[in-house]
């Protein structure tokens, strides 16, 4: 019997895979999501959607009264605290808009805004006295007190590369 002692994930098209279906003994597990994702060269998401951001974000656009293409995050200049976040309707992503789409809603992120933004999850929050989009953010270093503007430091190029390709 050989034993593996450990499998590193391989980026590989698709013409392999039958050959690794019968590398695959039936007493290994594979998981399914994480062999599509090296299979197929896919590359990570920008941003992750929770289910309360999708649903939100569904009824946004279902309300909009016109044909809509999604929600564009992005962050500006301004606040105490020197940036805050921005979520419009857009009527049709920019050529070179980055489209995350999960169940049908989609979120469009402008190339200047994604090193703001890489690895950021989107949610929906109801609280007692407010309902609103949360942006969990790995590069926000700080917030102001009010919570409308936040600091946050861009992703190193290198890691956006990774991320992109």
Known sequence: MVRIASIQPVKTSLQFRPLLKQL???????????????????????????PAAIERARA???GAGRPVAGLKLGVKNGGC?????TLDLV???????????SEGVRFLVAPKDLMFLLNTEVDFEVKKLEATFTFHNPNQTSSCGCGESVAITPVDTQEL?????
């Open 24 to 50: 695959i003994t039936p007493h290994i597990f594979v998981n399914v999501a994480l062999e599509e994702k090296f299979m197929t060269n896919q590359r990570p998401a920008v941003l992750s959607l929770t």
């Open 60 to 62: 946004l656009i279902a």
């Open 81 to 85: 605290a020197g940036m805050a976040y």
């Open 91 to 101: 009527d049709q992503a920019e050529p070179f808009d980055e489209v995350v789409e």
């Open 161 to 165: 590369d990774k991320a992109i390709h």
